[in-house]
T-cell receptor
Framework: KNQVEQSPQSLIILEGKNCTLQ??????????LRWYKQDTGRGPVSLTI?????NTKSNGRYTATLDADTKQSSLHITASQLSDSASYIC????????????FGKGNQVVVIP | EPEVTQTPSHQVTQMGQEVILRCVPI?????FYWYRQILGQKVEFLVS????????KSEIFDDQFSVERPDGSNFTLKIRSTKLEDSAMYFC?????????????FGDGTRLSIL
């Protein structure tokens, strides 16, 4: 069964600090990996999409990495802001299944002043 | 920027009743999806829809569920004989295509509460 596991489940960081979120997956065959940001009460919003051949992708203060050999990804948030408080969801797509996405449970980030 | 819109934002229904959740995907998108998220759980795939037919569905999407694109803009999810365990956030999503690098754009969801 395809699985996406994220850690830590939750973390609290001070405004201005950096943090790194981890994602491990067992989805095979692998097509692409996405990080979504989900604000409370809102739908997920795409931050980055990476394919097999990409190691790093940035979107502003968000930088995602991918190691397709070890099936690990990370999302690094630089100089955190209060608006970064959200759930960050790792989502993996397989070549099989018509663009069906496998979701992680999310990393709940709380940024405090 | 174009958005996926969902109505209603919150639906409260008696157990056993039928509900219809509505979605307006982004206008030039061709692929449509429904997901659900039970409180505290991960988002789960329900169904994908393309060219006026279901292209894939999960084990969750049984005979209780159906989807329809009744006109050129709306995409609906119907749940018959609702059960308490159907209480969840239901997200609609759409995408231009299915190729790599094609993000799915999500609506803000409908919170379904079954009493």
């Amino acid at each position: 069964k395809n699985q996406v596991e994220q850690s830590p489940q939750s973390l609290i960081i001070l405004e201005g600090k950096n943090c790194t979120l981890q994602c491990n997956y067992t989805v095979s065959p692998f097509s692409n990996l996405r990080w979504y940001k989900q604000d409370t009460g809102r739908g997920p919003v795409s931050l980055t999409i990476m394919t097999f051949s990409e190691n790093t992708k940035s979107n502003g203060r968000y930088t995602a990495t991918l190691d397709a050999d070890t099936k690990q990804s990370s999302l690094h948030i630089t100089a955190s802001q209060l608006s970064d408080s959200a759930s960050y969801i790792c989502v993996v797509s397989s070549h099989y299944g018509n663009n069906r996405l496998a979701f992680g449970k999310g990393n709940q980030v709380v940024v405090i002043p | 920027e174009p958005e996926v819109t969902q109505t209603p934002s919150h639906q409260v229904t008696q157990m056993g009743q039928e509900v219809i959740l509505r979605c307006v995907p982004i206008s030039n998108h061709l692929y449509f999806y429904w997901y659900r998220q039970i409180l505290g759980q991960k988002v789960e795939f329900l169904v994908s829809f393309y060219n006026n037919e279901i292209s894939e569905k999960s084990e969750i999407f049984d005979d209780q569920f159906s989807v329809e694109r009744p006109d050129g803009s709306n995409f609906t999810l119907k749940i018959r004989s609702t059960k308490l365990e159907d209480s969840a956030m239901y997200f609609c999503a759409s995408s231009v295509g299915q190729g790599m690098g094609q993000p799915q754009h999500f609506g803000d969801g409908t919170r379904l509460s079954i009493l």
